[in-house]
C-alpha cells in the first residue's frame, strides 16, 4: 500500500443532461470538498428545501434498476452508481454532488461524461492521508445462483465480474482486473447500460426508462443490438455491470483493499455485500496510506460508523 493523500477537485464543473427513468432535465454540478468530507449529494431544486446525503451504504433507500440514495425525509436522487463510479474509479475522494433534480443525468448511459468532467475540474492532492477500508476475512452473501463476495488481498481493489443472461446476444460473461486509474478509464468508464425492447412496455408503464433512448441505452432485441453505433466494447454488457459494481461499492465511504466477486449480480447484490461487510467489525479495518495499522479499531471513515444491523439479503 503506497503512501497518498486525499483528493479532491482543482474547480467546480457542470454537466446537463435527463434522468433515464424520470424524463426530466436535469443539471449536476461536481465541487470541491474538504478533506474528510468524503462524497456528498445534495439536492439544490427546492428553494428552502435543500438536502444533502453522504454517499455511504446506509443511505440507499432503494436498488430496483439504479442505486437511490435518500434520508428519513425520503428519496434525494436516484441513478448516482455511474457518477460514484467516476470519482472512485478516478480516485477521487471528496467532492460535493449538487443535482437540480430528482435523478443524476444518465448521459450517454455511461460513467465517460463524468470521467470527461473530472478531468476538465483537474484533481488536487490534500494533507490529510488517505483512509482506506481492508478487507480481513471474507464475507458473502448468495441467492440462489447468485452471490457476491468480499475477500483480502495485500494491497489495491480487485473486481471479478460475472453475468448470464438469458440472450443470444449476451450469454456468460465475465471480467477481471485490478482497478487502477488507468483500468477504470480504458476498460470500464465507456460501458453502457443496457435494456430490452421487450420490457420497455411495462417499465413505462410502472413509470421507469420514461428517458431511456438509444442516445443513452444499449437497446436489445430478441436477436440483434438497435443501436446503430453498435457495441464499444465486445462485452460491454459485462463491462457495465462492472461499471456499476464500482459506482456501488463507492458507498464504503472509503477505497477498498480488496476483491470483489459477484456471479449474476446487480445493485442490490453490491449493497447487500458491502451492507454485510460493515456490519461485522471483525470483517474490516479502516488504514491510512502511510500508516500500516488500523485506525483506532475502525474508526470513523468520512464521517461514517459502521452500524450493529444485518444484511438485506433478499
Same mark, same amino acid.
Given at each position: 500500500?503506497?503512501a497518498a493523500r486525499?483528493?479532491t477537485?482543482r474547480?467546480?464543473?457542470t454537466?446537463?443532461?435527463i434522468?433515464?427513468?424520470s424524463g426530466?432535465p436535469?443539471?449536476?454540478?461536481?465541487?470541491?470538498a474538504?478533506a474528510?468530507t468524503?462524497?456528498?449529494?445534495?439536492r439544490?431544486?427546492?428553494?428552502g428545501c435543500e438536502?444533502?446525503?453522504?454517499?455511504d451504504?446506509?443511505?440507499?433507500?432503494?436498488t430496483?434498476l439504479?442505486?437511490v440514495?435518500g434520508?428519513?425525509?425520503?428519496?434525494?436522487?436516484s441513478t448516482a452508481e455511474?457518477?460514484l463510479?467516476a470519482l472512485?474509479?478516478?480516485g477521487?475522494?471528496n467532492a460535493l454532488?449538487e443535482?437540480d433534480?430528482p435523478e443524476?443525468?444518465?448521459?450517454?448511459g455511461?460513467a465517460?461524461?463524468?470521467?470527461?468532467?473530472?478531468?476538465?475540474?483537474g484533481?488536487?492532492?490534500?494533507s490529510?492521508?488517505r483512509r482506506y477500508?481492508?478487507?480481513?476475512?471474507p464475507?458473502?452473501?448468495?441467492?440462489g445462483?447468485?452471490?457476491?463476495?468480499l475477500?483480502?488481498?495485500?494491497?489495491?481493489?480487485s473486481?471479478?465480474i460475472?453475468?448470464?443472461f438469458?440472450?443470444?446476444?449476451?450469454?456468460r460473461q465475465s471480467?477481471?482486473m485490478?482497478l487502477t486509474?488507468?483500468?477504470?478509464?480504458?476498460d470500464?468508464?465507456?460501458?453502457?447500460?443496457?435494456g430490452?425492447?421487450k420490457?420497455v412496455?411495462?417499465?413505462?408503464?410502472?413509470g421507469?426508462?420514461?428517458?431511456a433512448s438509444?442516445?443513452?441505452?444499449?437497446?436489445?432485441?430478441?436477436n440483434r443490438?438497435?443501436n446503430?453505433?453498435?457495441?464499444r466494447?465486445?462485452?460491454e454488457?459485462?463491462r457495465?455491470?462492472? +461499471?456499476d @459494481?464500482?459506482?456501488d461499492?463507492?458507498l %464504503?465511504?472509503a477505497?477498498i483493499?480488496g476483491a470483489? #466477486?459477484?456471479?449474476?449480480? $446487480?445493485?442490490r447484490l453490491?449493497h447487500?455485500? +458491502?451492507? @454485510?461487510?460493515?456490519s461485522?467489525?471483525? %470483517?474490516y479495518a479502516?488504514?491510512e496510506?502511510?500508516? #500500516?495499522?488500523p485506525v483506532r $479499531?475502525h474508526?470513523?471513515?468520512?464521517g461514517m460508523v459502521?452500524?450493529?444491523?444485518?444484511?438485506?439479503?433478499s
Amino acid at each position: 500500500m503506497r503512501a497518498a493523500r486525499q483528493t479532491t477537485l482543482r474547480e467546480q464543473v457542470t454537466v446537463s443532461g435527463i434522468g433515464v427513468h424520470s424524463g426530466l432535465p436535469v443539471n449536476l454540478t461536481l465541487n470541491p470538498a474538504d478533506a474528510g468530507t468524503g462524497i456528498v449529494f445534495s439536492r439544490t431544486d427546492a428553494a428552502g428545501c435543500e438536502r444533502e446525503v453522504r454517499a455511504d451504504y446506509r443511505a440507499v433507500t432503494a436498488t430496483e434498476l439504479a442505486t437511490v440514495l435518500g434520508d428519513e425525509s425520503g428519496v434525494l436522487c436516484s441513478t448516482a452508481e455511474h457518477v460514484l463510479a467516476a470519482l472512485r474509479g478516478l480516485g477521487v475522494d471528496n467532492a460535493l454532488v449538487e443535482v437540480d433534480g430528482p435523478e443524476v443525468p444518465i448521459m450517454d448511459g455511461s460513467a465517460a461524461p463524468f470521467v470527461a468532467a473530472i478531468d476538465q475540474a483537474g484533481i488536487v492532492s490534500l494533507s490529510k492521508a488517505r483512509r482506506y477500508i481492508k478487507v480481513l476475512k471474507p464475507v458473502r452473501v448468495a441467492k440462489g445462483e447468485a452471490f457476491g463476495e468480499l475477500r483480502p488481498q495485500d494491497s489495491g481493489f480487485s473486481i471479478d465480474i460475472e453475468i448470464n443472461f438469458d440472450s443470444v446476444l449476451i450469454g456468460r460473461q465475465s471480467i477481471a482486473m485490478d482497478l487502477t486509474a488507468d483500468a477504470f478509464r480504458r476498460d470500464l468508464s465507456r460501458a453502457r447500460t443496457f435494456g430490452f425492447m421487450k420490457d420497455v412496455s411495462a417499465l413505462w408503464s410502472a413509470g421507469k426508462a420514461l428517458g431511456a433512448s438509444f442516445e443513452n441505452t444499449l437497446v436489445l432485441s430478441e436477436n440483434r443490438i438497435l443501436n446503430t453505433e453498435g457495441l464499444r466494447y465486445a462485452d460491454e454488457f459485462v463491462r457495465h455491470k462492472a +461499471l456499476d @459494481a464500482v459506482g456501488d461499492l463507492a458507498l %464504503a465511504g472509503a477505497p477498498i483493499i480488496g476483491a470483489y #466477486r459477484s456471479v449474476r449480480g $446487480g445493485h442490490r447484490l453490491n449493497h447487500a455485500v +458491502l451492507v @454485510a461487510l460493515m456490519s461485522d467489525p471483525t %470483517a474490516y479495518a479502516v488504514v491510512e496510506a502511510d500508516e #500500516r495499522r488500523p485506525v483506532r $479499531g475502525h474508526a470513523e471513515v468520512a464521517g461514517m460508523v459502521a452500524p450493529a444491523y444485518g444484511p438485506d439479503v433478499s
